[in-house]
């Protein structure tokens, strides 16, 4: 679901209603995505899938572009095949059920489907309406067992569960998957697109048209994809191979408080962990240090690092630092270690004569210098208040980019080519009419896409008004003229208006809330300066009711 819709549904009377506490009116809480905690969760459920229910699990592949109907470019289902194992819960809906029961214990709200195929199981399990376990278990008696493969698609929520369904066969497969719409078949959105404009909607129209004519028109992938559904082609289930978990623990000897002690516990738990992830080459990005108190309550210390490192003793005065900030209200009795996050190490060149064989095994292949800094930096002042800004496809200036943290993604030490910035639309020319205004001429520069000079190095934190005049009137901060004015006082300081390019029209979307509409103007001053100006559209209500409904402000300035 889009964050619009849900930022709808949530203030909507009827989600008061089914949500119980949750408010109709307010803002609600929004929280950032995480897509690397969101995939290994899911590892870890898939590993729970695979010691309890079946071996064969894998995460579902996703290609090289996103499906219809899929936004998230990212695993949200396990693949699992349960030929063989499902007598031992006694039927498939008791293998549903028990799938049920284990993930309930997440919170996890879970859909399956039972299939001959993968395709197939999927489509159900994303599109075709579920039924209550309570009547999927009635309807099931006396059903026969055959080799089926299910698909459950996880999600953090409640525990409430929405029911799973079992089809086999092919006339019954085909049957169920027909009024399910082509974007069930996981197909490109062009593909989708060209069907919709024909008139075929469903799985069942597309089974209908011939397949030679599918292949020409629409391209082999369709065709494969209705192949791979009524199981006419095998799709292969790469298993998945969780990683191994790396974890330590040490119980005291009594409990305490002292603080010397801790310290010299947790570097030798370290010690441990670092040799174990040294085996397997790979580093910790994220550490989490649980002191078990005598009162039974716990306390985590989470560490997050800019690089994957074995460095124990970077590793264990990072803790430290967390450990001295911390009041601990009982004594210690227990301390455990485990990384949530692991990466692979990187190697490069060591020093021949500076460090000692030992700190060149685990330095060199972690990194020091700007890892150590960030590190250092995210453990004394948290991990959300050191970050790395990443381009936003977002047209207005202070949405164009994010600040997100350095320390403690997967992706931290080995940043992702940033996402193209949607281009702009401009009609280019090297020179347009010259204004002429009480004896001054401005020459209109438009600078093409790829100009150094279309936005300005430097950003104001928030615009700054500007007082603004025409060579006929007095300095004011709202006027009644849209034009661009000829003087600007900023700071007490007037600047003439020599050279201009504009206007640049940039509005925000109907779903980020307040509309914002404004003209931008990139302008040379008699000072020598170049400033990125705005003023605000109004509508034509705005005009009737305000005389001077123009503001001019200033957001930027070219270095």
């Known amino acids: ?52 229910i079946t071996p064969r699990v894998a995460l579902e592949e996703l290609g090289n572009k996103p499906w219809c109907g899929h936004p998230r470019h990212q695993c949200e289902s396990l693949l699992c095949e349960i030929a063989g ?18 993930l309930a214990r997440r919170h996890v709200r879970v859909r399956m489907a039972v299939a001959d195929s993968l395709a197939a199981a999927w489509a159900l399990a994303h599109e075709a309406h579920m039924k209550p376990l309570s009547l999927l278990a009635q309807e099931s008696v006396g059903a026969e067992s055959g080799i089926s493969s299910v698909v459950s698609q996880a999600g953090s929520s409640s525990s409430v569960f929405h029911g799973g369904l079992i089809v086999r066969g092919s006339q019954e497969t085909a049957g169920s998957i027909g009024d399910l719409p082509v974007q069930a078949l996981r197909i490109a959105t062009d593909t989708v697109s060209t069907l919709a404009r024909l008139g075929v909607v469903s799985v069942r129209q597309v089974l209908a048209l011939p397949r030679s004519g599918l292949a020409t028109r629409l391209g082999s992938d369709l065709v494969q994809r209705l192949e791979q559904v009524q199981a006419e082609v095998d799709e292969p289930l790469i298993v998945h191979q969780p990683e191994p978990e790396y974890a330590v623990a040490l119980t005291l000897e009594y409990p305490t408080t002292d603080l010397e002690i801790l310290m010299d516990r947790i570097k030798r738990l370290t010690s441990q962990l670092t040799s174990q992830l040294l085996i397997q080459q790979r580093g910790a990005l994220r550490l989490s240090c649980c002191l078990r108190l005598t009162g039974g309550q716990k306390t985590s210390l989470d560490v997050g690092l800019f690089a994957p490192t074995v460095d124990a003793d970077h590793l264990s005065g990072l803790i430290i630092n967390q450990l001295e900030s911390k009041q601990i209200q009982d004594k210690v ?15 490069s060149q060591s ?16 990194g020091v210098g700007i890892s150590r800094l960030v590190d250092a930096l995210s453990g004394r002042m948290g991990r959300d ?59 209109v520069v438009k600078p093409s896409v790829g100009d150094a000079l ?82 605000n559209l109004v509508t034509r209500d705005q005009r009737h009711k305000s005389s001077t409904p123009y503001r001019w402000m200033l957001h930027g300035r070219f270095s």
Do not use: C
């Open 1 to 52: 679901m889009k964050l619009a819709e849900a930022t709808d549904l949530l203030r909507s009377p009827a989600a008061s209603g089914s949500l119980g506490s949750a408010p109709s009116t307010g803002n609600p809480m929004i929280q950032r995505h995480d897509r690397n905690l969101d995939q290994h969760t899911l590892e870890q459920i898939a590993a729970s899938v695979q010691s309890q």
């Open 85 to 102: 194992v499902s007598h031992l819960f006694g039927d498939e809906p008791g293998l549903l059920a028990a799938v049920k029961e284990m």
């Open 333 to 347: 009795e227990r301390l455990s270690l485990m990384v949530t996050l692991s990466g692979m190490l990187r190697s």
């Open 351 to 366: 020093s021949l004569f500076d460090l000692e064989q030992r700190q060149i095994s685990a330095i060199d292949m972690t």
């Open 385 to 443: 208040r050191v970050g790395y800004l990443e381009l936003q496809n977002d047209p207005l200036p202070e949405r164009a980019f994010d600040v997100l943290p350095l320390a403690g993604n997967a992706t931290s030490h080995a940043r992702k080519q940033r996402k193209k910035q949607r281009k702009s639309v401009e009609k280019r020319g090297d020179q347009s009419s010259h204004e002429v205004g009480s004896g001054i001429t401005r020459s």
């Open 454 to 535: 279309r936005r300005p190095l430097s950003l104001l934190p928030e615009p700054a008004p500007l007082r603004v005049a025409w060579h006929e009137t007095e300095f004011s901060l709202q006027v009644s003229s849209a034009r661009l004015p000829d003087r600007i006082r900023f700071s007490g300081v007037d600047h003439l208006v020599l050279n201009q390019w504009g206007p640049e029209r940039i509005e925000s979307g109907w779903w980020r809330g307040k509309s914002i509409r404004r003209d931008y103007y990139r302008i040379e001053t008699d000072q020598g300066e170049w400033w990125w100006i705005f003023r």
